[in-house]
């Protein structure tokens, strides 16, 4: 039995298993971000640092992405934390969450899921709607419809079977991958 990551180092991964790049939050301990990229849970970003401001009153195109419907309050002061997206923190360095980081968030029935994903990436049948959830709030599923056009959800409405099955994403497959061969 594996227990997901928890306590401020969850919230962290989380976060970045939300964001559509993958990127860690802005303030990071410094402690924190050491136990990630020594557990290689988090790397460098391709790119490396982003410019040390943005003009005043605009937020950057990688903050609007991640602030899309909810604000993340900043935590941490201007010493003892490292930043993930520009700010005051001169040369700011980006991370992005890695597959042994998405594993890390997983509780053993979300890997099963994965892992038990058939060859065309839809998830079985006996995967409870909790369990894909999830998966899809990570990035690691979507939903198709009988016609393959992608949707947000599984359109359930209450009555009779889901619209929309879960199907595996490109991330999906790459994270299944890693946990089949402990990558």
Do not use: C
């Not at 990630?36 to 195109?61: K, M, N």
């Not at 597959?99 to 968030?105: D, K, P």
């Not at 060859?119 to 393959?148: C, E, I, N």
Request: hydrophobic share 35%; net charge negative; proline share 7%.
């Amino acid at each position: 039995m594996s227990a997901p990551i928890a306590g401020a180092a969850g919230r962290h991964l989380a976060a970045a298993a939300e964001h559509p790049q993958g990127l860690l939050p802005a303030r990071i301990r410094d402690d924190v971000l050491e136990q990630f990229l020594s557990q290689e849970l988090a790397r460098p970003a391709a790119g490396g640092t982003v410019p040390v401001q943005e003009p005043a009153g605009q937020s950057s195109a990688t903050d609007q992405a991640s602030a899309a419907g909810r604000q993340r309050p900043v935590a941490g002061s201007a010493g003892g934390t490292s930043s993930s997206v520009g700010g005051d923190v001169p040369d700011s360095r980006r991370y992005v969450i890695t597959n042994a980081g998405l594993l890390a968030l997983l509780s053993d029935s979300q890997r099963r899921a994965l892992t038990a994903a058939e060859a065309d990436g839809r998830l079985p049948s006996t995967v409870a709607w909790q369990t894909y959830a999830r998966l899809a709030k990570f990035r690691l599923v979507h939903f198709l419809d009988d016609d393959g056009n992608s949707h947000p959800n599984d359109g359930d409405t209450g009555v009779g079977r889901p619209p929309h099955r879960p199907y595996l994403t490109e991330l999906g497959r790459s994270v299944a991958a890693s946990a089949t061969t402990g990558d």
